[in-house]
């Protein structure tokens, strides 16, 4: 349920609003009229994390106690969420460690011996042995990484993987062999949003190309309705098919843990309030961090946003069979970002931040832009989008932070070769997937660096497939014009200048809705 104050109409007493915009923000002054949506607060957190996480692991839902499902000789995995959650990176010790000390204590107590830790990272880069210490800890990567027995999941290693059988829609279910022969394989989440969690995790966490590619492609993504809702997305039906016949395969003993919204530390925590509730003190530190960005070389500010360290609070975890977790992990979820809206808009405005799931400790090239905006932020809602049929969305960000050769190495001839010649996701699909998924040398970049599997930026594309489908156009305040026509879309140096150029679709004075995030919000479109 919706909370007074939310959902805020401009009026001549609103002061010019935050926007985010790459490695910065700037103050805008929406007109009047204006419908903002701003993220709900903060849940209260949990009092004992810890006493949170034994009670969680001793009286599961629908599952035996944990400790009873430990023995000797057994084989034990763990896998864990990687570093493109939560956004920003939790200020440590990060949940995942800890719920990980926690199985660990409880293992050693039963005799458990044969125990590996596996980063469910899929297709995405390897993550560094600095990274793998974040999450789990020094003591739990002290005793795990040097022996080999903490170590990112790879996706291409062909002797490691187990194909478990297809779905009734003929999608194959091949995921990381160790998890499946284990005796029991415990998965350790974080649920920063409602895509995340359930059947995703193993399913998409620990598979190889040949089990995404039925989900991860144009048809599916458009399907998507949105991914915040997984009964009304057609990703999450394929990857809940594939959850349960992994179900009847391997024992999955599945912990969901459910943050709050408090994502911005001091000096930055004036972003996590509204404009109209500034103290002065906080308006003062808005002016300096603002002009010091506005004189900062691109890779101070680059440091500022990417070393900062969120302060979440822990608003839950559950642990148990799969789906009984997920139904409860999506109550707290909900409640934490929820907000109710009534209605559709014309005009859909949102600014994009320094941060997605794919730049940690990188740069957010102009894919990941689209795709944060058109994959991620336009489907935040629940019910219908935003924005109606045929609307326009206006995105802030200046499409020019370029592409980071050791991360994002098949992005950059995705851009140069494959948007060159089409921006429509089915046909980059049809024609290039292949070639890009196959690629040795890209393969070879993902297996020993740190490189986002060759097929990577297609799916980023194909994330924005609803919303590019949906909507009648899109433009980017402060763009770099020559991208965003390589990328389909339009620019503007000025929000009035984006109205302007929408005129023709939306109309001269079109209803105007601002996802005012983050912190993260899921608008519930009456």
């Keep these: ?49 810890d006493e949170a996480i034994r009670e969680a692991l001793l009286n599961p839902v629908d599952s035996d106690p944990l400790p009873t499902q430990l023995f000797a000789g057994m084989k034990l ?52 042995a600095a990274e793998l210490k974040h999450i789990v800890g020094e003591r739990v990567f002290r005793s795990f990484y040097p022996q080999g027995k903490l170590y990112n999941f790879d996706a291409e290693d062909r002797d490691n993987l187990s194909h478990l059988g297809t779905t009734d829609k003929g999608e194959d279910i091949e995921i990381s062999k160790r998890a499946a022969e284990s005796d029991l394989l415990v998965y350790v989440n974080v649920n920063l949003v409602a895509m995340d969690g359930g059947h995703k995790s193993v399913g998409i966490g620990l598979a190889s190309y040949k089990s995404l590619r039925h989900h991860h492609n144009a048809k599916t993504m458009v399907h998507s309705r949105s991914f915040m809702d997984h009964k009304h997305s057609a990703m999450h039906h394929s990857a809940w098919r594939m959850g349960r016949v992994i179900k009847d395969t391997v024992k999955v003993f599945q912990i969901e843990t459910t943050l709050n919204n408090d994502i911005f530390p001091k000096p930055y925590d004036f972003l996590q309030k509204r404009e109209w509730e500034w103290s002065v003190k906080d308006q003062a530190t808005m002016l300096g961090v603002k002009r010091g960005l506005s004189v900062a070389p691109q890779k101070l500010r680059h440091k500022m946003f990417h070393d900062m360290r969120s302060v979440y609070g822990l608003t839950g975890v559950n642990a148990g069979e799969v789906e009984a977790v997920h139904e409860r992990t999506l109550q707290k979820v909900h409640q934490q970002h929820c907000v109710e809206v009534q209605g559709q808009s014309d005009v859909l405005v949102m600014g994009i931040p320094y941060v997605g799931p794919y730049n940690v400790n990188s740069s957010l090239n102009p894919i990941l832009a689209t795709c944060m905006a058109l994959g991620y932020y336009f489907n935040s809602y629940r019910g219908q989008p935003v924005v109606r049929k045929g609307g326009a969305v206006i995105v802030y960000h200046p499409l020019n932070e370029g592409f980071n050769q050791l991360h994002h190495p098949s992005y950059v001839d995705f851009y140069e070769e494959v948007l060159a010649e089409s921006t429509d996701p089915a046909v980059v699909g049809e024609k290039y997937e292949q070639q890009f998924a196959q690629d040795p040398w890209y393969i070879h970049l993902y297996r020993t660096s740190h490189a986002y599997h060759g097929v990577h930026p297609f799916y980023m ?38 109205l302007e150029m929408a005129s023709s679709s939306v109309g001269s004075s079109p209803s105007i809705t601002y996802l005012h995030n983050p912190p993260h919000l899921l608008a519930d479109v009456r």
Excluded: C, K
Excluded at 103 to 108: D, E, I, N, R, Y
């Design 1 to 49: 349920m919706s909370r007074p104050g939310f959902v805020l109409e401009v009026d001549d007493r609103t002061p010019p609003l935050i926007v985010h915009e790459g490695l910065g923000f700037r103050l805008e002054n929406f007109p009047l009229g204006t419908r903002v949506v701003y993220p709900p607060e903060s849940l209260p957190a949990v009092p004992d994390v």
């Design 77 to 128: 995995t763990i896998a864990f969420d990687d570093l493109s959650l939560p956004l920003p990176t939790m200020r440590p010790p990060d949940i995942r460690g800890r719920i990980i000390e926690h199985v660990l204590t409880m293992a050693a107590e039963a005799g458990v011996d044969d125990v590996e830790l596996i980063a469910a990272n899929a297709l995405h880069r390897r993550m560094t």
């Design 461 to 498: 594309w194909y994330w924005s497939a609803h919303a590019m489908d949906h909507v009648g156009d899109v433009i980017w305040v402060g763009g770099d014009r020559r991208v965003a026509s390589r990328l389909g879309f339009r620019a503007a140096s000025t929000l009035q200048d984006a």
